[in-house]
């Protein structure tokens, strides 16, 4: 009977263990709430992958050779437009990973 108990806390640790996603806390977040944490992940979602095409961008622009006029003023405006251009790729469809995050997040309870 010990072994039997011990091996039921050791279930129940084992099920206390198991992550929970944030902002899903089970089948009684379903509905209206629900559909607001998805949202939220969507969103999180798309704002992450624009700052990682933007970051892509920056660093496959540094590659290229500057030119003789290099300026301050060029590297600034250049980010603003890699931030644009990733921002629009994003909402284009991107490269999948606000995708991966919304298909994750249905798959939630």
């Known amino acids: 009977m ?6 039921s806390s050791q279930l129940d640790l084992a099920q206390m263990a198991t992550p929970q996603p944030l902002g899903f806390r089970g089948p009684a977040e379903q509905g209206p ?10 969103k999180a979602g798309q704002e992450f992958e624009a ?8 660093n496959m622009r540094e590659t290229v050779p500057k030119g003789l ?3 301050k003023s060029e590297q600034v405006w250049y980010s603003f437009y890699d931030q644009e251009i990733a921002k629009l790729s994003t909402e284009a469809g991107g490269i999948g ?11 939630l309870p």
């Open 33 to 42: 709430a629900g559909d607001k944490a998805r949202a939220a992940l969507h």
């Open 97 to 107: 990973i606000t995708a991966f995050v919304d298909a994750y997040a249905e798959k």
């Open 2 to 7: 010990e072994i039997q108990n011990f091996m």
């Open 69 to 71: 006029l290099d300026r």
């Open 51 to 58: 700052y990682f095409i933007s970051y892509l961008i920056k």
